[in-house]
């Protein structure tokens, strides 16, 4: 397993043993470092996106946008978040005060966790593990658990109903995305995105989207899904401002308001680099993650952010086009057609290495 920590332990060590640091100080350090280094860029990334969607909505109504804190407005969003710093933190009397604070650290921890194992090109990645899918699958549950908590601490029936609508929204999404998902793992065998993304070539065409036909609607199926893990438009249920007020997030004010958005944001962004790892070949150059030199290991980082923000702007784009559904639509569209159609990509990918791959998994078995 590589290890950014153990990287930068390497780097240090040396120098801060003679100084007489204990070397478990050393440990914590090195871990540190990469951890806070990801969760800055993450929380900068999510500022960034909360400006581009105020200007992409901004263009699409017709409208000028953030124009005024900085050139072109964009300082809006660090001194936005200043704001909301500053604000007065209330927390109503009715509450359940441990399970209210709680919950917005929750929620933005899940996002946070699930980009320690992200591959954003080069050796730029915290661990590479070698269950990486399954990591990111199983810290990504924690939302459900942030948002049910938040609407249930609230004591106020429009967050309960909020919470109530997330926790049947995401948990039954999941499904159709992690069936999407196994179809890269049925062909390369493994749970490690950094192989994954070796697995792929520079190249559209050597990219797993289009491996085959049914890969192609895997990712398709991945991407809605995704937006309704997020509970992005068309499918805002848990928030419904017509409907639910705000929802979950109703009687939060102050930075813990701020944090339920942060999440919503930084989450557009490991989704798409999740797809991108998976689908779109990564920032893959042709060369070794590893090996290759700084130089062209940053090209890999900028391949890689250029594929993640141009489907970070489809998601903004996507929200402000298309109207909500109705819940009972949004229910049906996921166990109707999602989880059946997913499951059918996974059967029919298998057939397909089967017949079509003679480096396939199934191949090699049918050999024996």
């Keep these: ?56 909505s901004a263009d699409i109504q017709n409208r000028v946008g953030p124009n005024r804190v900085g050139p072109y407005g964009l300082l809006q969003f660090p001194v936005d978040g200043i ?28 996002t946070v966790l699930a ?9 730029f990645i915290v661990a590479d593990l070698n269950i990486g899918l399954i990591f990111i699958i199983v810290v990504s549950s924690l939302l459900v658990v942030g948002f049910l908590m938040s609407g ?9 109903l909020g919470g109530i609508r997330s926790a049947a929204q995401i948990i039954s999404y999941e499904i159709p995305t992690a069936l999407s998902l196994l179809t890269v793992i049925l062909i390369t065998g493994t749970f490690s995105l950094q192989e994954i993304v070796r697995a792929q070539g520079p190249w559209p065409w050597q990219w797993f989207m289009f491996y085959n036909p049914f890969t ?13 893990e997020m509970n992005r438009t068309p499918f805002d249920f848990p928030e419904a401002e017509s409907e639910l007020v705000s929802g979950y ?27 991108t790892a998976v689908f779109l070949g990564g920032g893959n150059i042709g060369m070794h993650p590893y090996e290759s030199p700084l130089g062209w290991q940053l090209v890999m980082v900028l ?66």
Excluded at 94 to 109: E, G, Q, R
Excluded at 115 to 123: D, K
């Design 115 to 123: 980009s320690m194992v992200i591959p954003f090109g080069g050796s």
């Design 249 to 275: 997030n109703v009687e939060y004010s102050g930075m813990r308001f701020a944090l339920f958005f942060a999440a919503e944001f930084a989450s557009i962004f490991i989704t798409a680099s999740l797809a």
């Design 303 to 368: 391949v890689f952010f250029a594929k993640t923000f141009v489907l970070c702007l489809v998601t903004i784009w996507v929200r402000w086009t298309l109207p909500r559904l109705r819940i009972d639509q949004m229910m049906a569209m996921c166990w109707k057609y999602f989880i059946p159609l997913s499951f059918a990509c996974l059967v029919m990918t298998a057939a397909w290495m089967l017949v079509f791959d003679g480096n396939g998994m199934f191949w090699r078995m049918a050999q024996r």
């Design 152 to 160: 249930w601490a609230s004591n106020n029936k429009w967050a309960l």
């Design 1 to 56: 397993m590589y290890s950014a920590a153990s990287k930068v332990y390497e780097l240090f060590q040396p120098h801060l043993a003679a100084y007489g640091m204990p070397d478990t100080a050393i440990i914590i350090a090195a871990y540190a470092v990469p951890c806070v280094a990801v969760i800055s860029i993450i929380s900068v990334i999510a500022g960034m996106l909360t400006y581009a969607e105020r200007k992409i």
């Design 83 to 110: 704001k909301l710093l500053l604000k007065e933190d209330i927390i109503p009397d009715a509450v359940d005060k441990k399970l209210f604070k709680l919950a917005p650290y929750l929620v933005f921890s899940s």
């Design 216 to 228: 192609i609607v895997a990712f398709f199926i991945f991407f809605i899904s995704s937006l309704a």
